[in-house]
């Protein structure tokens, strides 16, 4: 992952996430005061219809008191009391009605059709008693019912609050209610404004977010812009380093061929001059020939050294784990630290450009543990894995090094850098493991689906 993307995700997440929080939060609490003021409004309303219902009884009883009262005639007073009440009501829906405890109706003025019936058994949608509940609730000294009416503003049933009382002598049940669809209503719009203002709350927040993370985006892209020009310096330098390496690997050769094998053909040259001269003097020329050959034996030894370390025969026709077997008997012998060899699995064959790239790994690693390890124990492993994936590793007991500042540091590190992207052409990786003065392991890996690809190319 790279590294702008990393910054960006550990900025944008905890922003996303606390924002997020903080939302689920507001919306919980505004849910919860909606809920409270909810409560605190019905209750509120309630109480005043309460009052109000109370009031109202107390005013009709007030009417009827002096008739309830009144000596004389029981039935004309009855019916002059049942009048009057008839005469009361209030709003639209607001009205009073009369049974006897027996559940006849005696007067409602909304409803005279009912007039002289007995609903006793009236029961509402739920199958609740109504008649019997408010004339249970009289008997009891007085209260409130909540129960299903008609409404006569709209001819549909409607949950009502009655509040009822009894006038014992007479027998009667004396009541009136207030229709609760009202208030029904008042508490929907309540919670629609609620909604509205969560909505808001939520909008604002969503708007922060897109603001912080445009700004976070865009802080990222300044960041890449510094990334990329850094990238580029340092691809720049790398190329730079590239090519004065071919330069000193040329001069290194230009060197071995100079000072090693043209010296001795030279010196072969004049000795084979030399014996056509005594020849010519029929001196005996056996000696100097005998040189000869030596020195044109020596200098083919040193052809095929120099030829060995450019692209070694033998992974070309013995394979790679006796390339690498040569590798580290060269490197042991030329000391001071043991190199070994482990070959672990059964080897298979591999694809050419897997062991050129494995060869040159391997050779890099223990050029770098020649000239800056300073180590005693060298252990170089090749393992084919029972999963049909292939590592190899080179372990040493030397003085170590700092990995993460070498991988940071533009100017150093050019060999670790070339094993990475020799692995990362064949679809491997390559794992340092290193800390100063605790040795050094560079491991290469490959999967057994990276290596049927290669075999399928």
């Not at 606390?18 to 109480?47: C, I, K, N, P, T």
């Not at 004396?174 to 909505?199: F, V």
């Not at 890449?224 to 990238?231: G, I, K, M, P, Y």
Request: glycine share 8%.
């Amino acid at each position: 992952m790279r590294l702008r993307t990393k910054i960006i995700l550990l900025a944008v997440l905890p922003l996303v996430a606390s924002l997020a929080l903080l939302a689920v939060a507001v919306r919980q609490q505004e849910g919860d005061l909606a809920r409270r003021e909810h409560a605190l409004v019905e209750r509120a309303y309630m109480e005043a219809r309460r009052a109000e219902l109370r009031n109202y009884v107390a005013l009709a009883v007030s009417t009827v008191q002096p008739l309830y009262e009144r000596g004389g005639d029981e039935a004309a007073n009855r019916r002059e009391a049942l009048k009057l009440l008839a005469s009361l009501d209030y709003g639209e829906d607001g009205y009073f009605f009369v049974y006897d405890l027996q559940g006849h109706v005696l007067m409602h003025s909304r409803q005279p059709e009912l007039l002289g019936k007995n609903l006793w058994e009236l029961r509402d949608a739920r199958g609740r008693p109504t008649i019997q509940k408010l004339i249970q609730q009289a008997r009891a000294g007085g209260g409130y019912v909540d129960y299903l009416w008609r409404k006569p503003s709209s001819g549909q049933p409607a949950p009502k609050l009655g509040y009822v009382v009894a006038l014992q002598r007479w027998q009667w049940m004396l009541g009136t209610g207030l229709y609760l669809d009202g208030i029904e209503a008042t508490m929907t719009q309540l919670e629609r404004e609620a909604s509205a203002n969560i909505a808001t709350t939520l909008l604002w927040i969503a708007g922060i977010a897109v603001f912080g993370v445009g700004l976070i985006s865009a802080t990222g892209m300044v960041l890449n812009f510094s990334e990329h020009r850094l990238a580029e310096t340092k691809l720049r330098l790398l190329a730079r380093q590239v090519v004065q390496s071919q330069e000193d690997e040329r001069a290194h050769l230009a060197r071995e061929l100079h000072d090693g094998v043209s010296q001795t053909l030279v010196s072969t040259k004049l000795m084979v001059e030399a014996a056509q001269k005594n020849a010519a003097a029929a001196a005996e020329p056996a000696g100097l020939l005998d040189k000869a050959l030596q020195r044109l034996n020596a200098a083919l030894n040193e052809v095929r050294r120099i030829s060995h370390r450019l692209r070694p025969a033998l992974l070309d026709t013995l394979g790679l784990p006796a390339a690498l077997q040569r590798l580290a008997e060269e490197f042991d012998e030329a000391g001071p630290a043991r190199v070994g060899l482990r070959i672990d699995g059964e080897p298979v064959e591999l694809p050419e450009v897997l062991k050129t790239v494995l060869f040159r790994v391997a050779q890099e690693s223990l050029t770098n543990m020649a000239k800056h390890a300073q180590a005693n124990q060298v252990e170089l492993a090749l393992s084919f894995e029972p999963d049909g994936g292939l590592r190899m590793s080179i372990t040493d007991d030397g003085q170590g090094f700092d990995s993460q500042a070498m991988h940071q540091h533009p100017a150093r590190g050019i060999g670790l850098r070339n094993m990475r992207e020799r692995l990362d052409s064949v679809g491997g990786c390559l794992l340092i493991s290193a800390a100063p003065g605790h040795g050094t392991q560079i491991e290469a890996q490959l999967s057994a689906i990276t290596l049927a690809g290669l075999r399928k190319v």
